[in-house]
């Protein structure tokens, strides 16, 4: 009899998608999870993919010191001896970790733990700071807590889908087939704002190509519109927020009026009038971002400048309404629980002295972090600067992805000790490893992740991992035993972490911080296998139920001390660098439909790799007579950071002046240009996350 298909979670994006996966005869089978509350059933092509990427090939099999194989013992004695012996000589702050939304959140954890409360710094870090800080931010200042409110089946009982900087047809596809699906039978309406003319921009009712950097200022001009038209909701504003007083500018400022909110953003008056007649006509309206908001030096305050929107008129926590950030990476929700961003403690708390106070006695530990960590871009100029002497990084390639990617290279090349945790035998990071050790993948790993709709659901084995390939927890525990942290330590399984996780979101928690999953803390082994999905909070006593169909602030009531919701001023502002003499265009970067990250897994896929073959620079037919590019040509791509090599394509769907780069390839597939090396290093003060869609560049053909 062929054993039952084992129920796991998609690798790839913030959807979350449940999988039902079999492996037989050396073969992963995979599709859709009917019974899974975030796709019943459906997969995207990358999806469908997954059970061909699990594979013992090309795979990092056994531990390595300086290239030479090495025995997990010895790896082990040595990154422990070496921590031990920086902190000693040069501090705490000397070490950091830099970790991966593709890790589990038990992975997470126990980074985390090590680091704040053993290691006694605050730098954890992780890429998802390059996915959706701002948004954690931006949650933050609105909400006290970095909460989304709504639930995916708010995308179906809306009335008008705002997507902004969101291209969800190809990224999110199975919340957008979701979206779709109930638009034909409700007739919602969907609106696209989005410099580029992207697959979800062409299925929308209304596509704003508005300027690059200018969402401030549409924002700002829809609050003022929807205030002239009394569409305030004052009843809402009095009982739920604080801080209305300070929009009051807005209402009269001369950039808020709607010719002047069309000049800025460069758009026909006539779209920008409809969208804001949409917005007014459709009490269900919901706004779902992604990284064409996050993504930027005013990422933050473009995050603010939507939730002010909502709380205005009072389109929050119901059905078919609310602001919602869509999160990139399987697992960005989970790493922000347990405190994977460098500015955020454990179980949503951060770094005030009672928070600290409160986790250190918890854990029971020795020397707790008591301030934040450096966020991903400035922790990797510590490396360069020689500050932080030794970093753990799993599960990612910063060598690729980072901003700035040569003085990233650099950093790397000069650091004392690179420990490098992947499933792969080679990668751009990799090659900079003095320790590199082998992990296990997707469909060997076994833990939790969370999705964009704040639900909880089991990654789990398919298959045992190839040659000596060990779960990130387990090497992490390992070394805090080395490191004489055994007694905080005593994981024997993924199980016994998520216990004491759920046990920390529920300690001293009376209410006052919503993420609290303590109806688990006392799960057995039995439950934890058997887990179904689940929404958070489910605090103890809720018997593993949310509230309320799971939508947050339902009760008018947030997180901040006073229960209220916080409007922000934000003044509009240019990105930092503007185009110039020297690179006339700006470059936007972002994703293929059918690849993911920098394609160790989806690049091993033939069906995959057809959508899209090799490195494409997309530049608008005008530009491309302009600077004497021609169709499938070749073109050098600068900035003032880097330069690379790619072929030309032609996209009438951008606008004039802009240049479109995926993000996929890496120098270890193709000798062709990478697009980190391009992207200029500049963060949103609030969040710490790099301005990936504004690069000043120039192209020139070869
Ligand atoms: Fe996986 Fe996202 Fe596709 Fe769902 S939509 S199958 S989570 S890549």
Redesign the pocket.
Same mark, same amino acid.
Do not use: A, S
């Given at each position: 009899m062929r054993p039952a298909p084992i129920r796991t979670t =998609?690798a790839? =994006?913030g $959807?979350? =998608?449940g999988v039902l996966a079999s492996a037989r005869d050396g073969r992963v089978r995979v599709k859709g999870d009917p019974v899974h509350p975030a796709?019943f059933g459906k997969? =995207?092509g990358?999806?469908q993919a997954l059970g061909e990427t699990v594979s013992a090939k090309d795979r990092l099999s056994y531990p390595l010191i300086k290239g030479e194989r090495a025995s997990w013992e010895r790896a082990l004695d040595h990154i422990a001896g070496r921590f031990l012996h920086i902190r000693e000589t040069h501090g705490p702050d000397a070490i950091a970790f830099y970790l991966s939304g593709q890790l589990l959140t038990e992975d997470y954890y126990a980074a985390n733990k090590l680091m704040k409360g053993f290691i006694g710094s605050g730098n954890v870090d992780t890429n998802s700071r390059l996915c959706m800080s701002s948004a954690v931010a931006g949650h933050r200042r609105a909400f006290g807590e970095d909460v989304v409110p709504g639930v995916y089946e708010d995308f179906e009982e809306t009335d008008l889908l705002v997507l902004a900087g969101a291209n969800a047809a190809w990224c999110? +596809? $199975?919340?957008f087939q979701r979206f779709e699906a109930a638009r034909e039978k409700r007739g919602s309406r969907l609106i696209v704002i989005d410099p580029r003319k992207t697959a979800t921009a062409q299925a929308a009712d209304l596509h704003l190509p508005l300027k690059p950097g200018s969402d401030v200022a549409l924002f700002n001009g829809l609050f003022r519109f929807l205030c002239e038209e009394g569409a305030a909701d004052e009843s809402f504003i009095a009982r739920s927020t604080a801080d209305f007083e300070k929009l009051l500018p807005l209402l009269g400022a001369r950039e808020t009026e709607l010719a002047h909110v069309a000049a800025r953003c460069g758009l026909e008056e006539n779209l920008v009038r409809q969208f804001f007649t949409s917005v007014l006509e459709n009490e269900r309206w919901v706004t779902g971002f992604s990284q064409g908001i996050n993504q930027s030096s005013r990422g933050t305050d473009k995050v603010n400048a939507i939730i002010n929107c909502h709380l205005l008129t009072g389109r929050i926590g119901r059905p078919g309404m609310g602001p919602f950030s869509i999160t990139g990476q +399987?697992n960005a929700m989970g790493g922000r629980e347990v405190g994977g961003l460098a500015n955020q403690l454990a179980a949503h708390l951060s770094f005030e002295p009672e928070a600290v106070e409160k986790v250190g006695r918890f854990w029971n530990a020795p020397s707790m972090a008591e301030r934040g960590g450096l966020k991903a871009v400035d922790l990797f100029e510590a490396v360069h600067e020689g500050k932080v002497k030794a970093l753990w990084i799993m599960a990612t390639n910063p060598a690729v992805s980072l901003p700035d990617a040569e003085r990233v290279r650099a950093a790397l090349e000069k650091c004392e000790l690179v420990i490098v945790s992947d499933c792969m035998a080679s990668s751009d990071t990799l090659s900079y490893a003095d320790v590199a050790l082998p992990a296990e993948g997707w469909g060997e790993k076994d833990g939790t992740v969370t999705n964009s709709e704040r639900r909880i659901s089991r990654q789990r084995r398919l298959q045992a991992a190839p040659g000596e390939a060990r779960p990130d927890w387990w090497a992490l525990t390992q070394v805090a035993r080395r490191m004489g942290f055994g007694a905080a330590f005593p994981y024997e399984s993924p199980a016994d972490i998520f216990r004491e996780h759920a046990a920390l979101s529920g300690f001293e928690n009376k209410g006052e911080r919503l993420f609290d999953i303590s109806a688990y803390a006392d799960i057995s082994d039995a439950g934890y296998d058997a887990m179904t999905p689940f929404l958070w909070p489910v605090r103890k006593g809720d018997k593993g139920k949310a509230a309320a169909g799971g939508r947050l602030f339902a009760d008018g009531k947030f997180a901040h001390e006073d229960g209220r919701a916080r409007f922000l001023f934000l003044e509009d502002a240019p990105p930092v660098h503007g185009a110039n003499d020297d690179f006339p265009l700006l470059l936007n970067t972002g994703r293929l439909r059918d690849q993911w990250h920098s394609m160790t897994r989806t690049g091993a896929v033939p069906r995959l790799m057809s959508h899209v073959k090799e490195p494409m620079l997309y530049c608008h037919p005008e530009d491309m007579a302009a600077f004497g590019l021609s169709p499938k040509g070749l073109a050098e791509a600068a900035t003032r950071w880097g330069r690379g090599l790619f072929r030309v394509a032609a996209d009438g769907g951008l606008r004039r002046g802009e240049i479109f780069i995926p993000i996929h390839w890496t120098r270890h597939m193709s000798a062709a240009g990478t697009v980190g090396a391009l992207v200029n290093p500049v963060t949103d003060p609030h969040s710490g996350q790099p301005e990936f869609k504004h690069t000043p560049m120039r192209v020139t053909p070869v």
């Open positions: =998609c790839y =994006c $959807v979350g =998608c796709n997969l =995207c990358k999806g999110h +596809p $199975v919340l +399987p």
